[in-house]
Nanobody
Framework: QVQLVESGGGSVQAGGSLRLSCAAS????????MGWFRQAPGKEREGVAG???????SYLDSVKGRFTISKDNAKNTLYLQMNDLKPEDTAMYYC??????????????????????WGQGTQVTVSS
């Protein structure tokens, strides 16, 4: 099984940046489908970004051009670089992984995939 640990959340002012990290363990690599999700109080969880085994990516419309998902396979770590943060980005952010999704399913598929393995979350708070 996969263990996922997020870090990098915090409180920033609007326009600021944060980089979230998700360290994966339990498998020798992370060449599989992974994603970042977020959930704000009183709202449903939404897929923010997804990346497949080939590095194809997909983003929620509201974060396109501001967020970038990437992997460092040597470190078994998934990242989410978040720039130009807005108050509406405030939420708990979670990473998710499917170590059986080894084919290039596409970033969109990975962003909408019903994952089984999840991290514990890291809070992002953006003030205006």
């Amino acid at each position: 099984q996969v263990q996922l640990v997020e870090s990098g959340g915090g409180s920033v002012q609007a326009g600021g940046s944060l980089r979230l990290s998700c360290a994966a363990s339990g498998y020798a690599h992370i060449n599989y489908c992974m994603g970042w999700f977020r959930q704000a109080p009183g709202k449903e969880r939404e897929g923010v970004a997804g990346i497949d085994s080939d590095g194809d990516t997909s983003y929620l419309d509201s974060v396109k051009g501001r967020f970038t998902i990437s992997k460092d396979n040597a470190k078994n770590t998934l990242y989410l670089q978040m720039n130009d943060l807005k108050p509406e980005d405030t939420a708990m952010y979670y990473c998710a992984a499917d170590p059986y999704a080894l084919l290039a399913y596409g970033g969109t598929w990975c962003r909408h995939h019903p994952y089984y393995y999840w991290g514990q979350g890291t809070q992002v708070t953006v003030s205006s």
